[in-house]
């Protein structure tokens, strides 16, 4: 089983920054795709940044110039830096994560797309 956990978020005034990170553990052979996306009250849940296993970074045209998404592939760690936060950055953020896994007890391989719980990031104004 692939467990993705969050960490980071948290209250900020605008113009701030915060840090996110999210830890992926569990039976995992590789990790492909990792992104971040955001859902606002009465919004549907949108990209905000991904990168891929070779590192090509994609950012929602909000945040570009803003934020910085990287990962380090020896801690299964991907990391979203978020300056110069404005009001509107105010939602819970999710952590997504695909590749390749196994099982513990039959150790056949199967793919994996999961998702973390989410941290709430809130920027005042």
């Known amino acids: 089983q692939v467990q993705l956990v969050e960490s980071g978020g948290g209250l900020v005034q605008a113009g701030g920054s915060l840090r996110l990170s999210c830890v992926v553990s569990?039976?995992?052979?590789?990790?492909?795709?990792m992104g971040w996306y955001r859902q606002a009250p009465g919004k549907q849940r949108e990209l905000v940044a991904a990168?891929?296993?070779?590192?090509?970074?994609n950012y929602a045209d909000s945040v570009k110039g803003r934020f910085t998404i990287s990962r380090d592939n020896a801690k299964n760690t991907v990391y979203l830096q978020m300056n110069n936060l404005k009001p509107e950055d105010t939602a819970v953020y999710y952590c997504?994560?695909?590749?390749?896994?196994?099982?513990?007890?039959?150790?056949?391989?199967?793919?994996?797309?999961?998702w973390g719980q989410g941290t709430q990031v809130t920027v005042s104004s």
């Open positions: 569990g039976s995992i052979f590789s990790i492909n795709n």
């Open positions: 997504n994560a695909d590749g390749a896994a196994f099982d513990r007890r039959s150790w056949s391989p199967h793919d994996f797309a999961s």
């Open positions: 990168i891929t296993s070779g590192g090509t970074t």
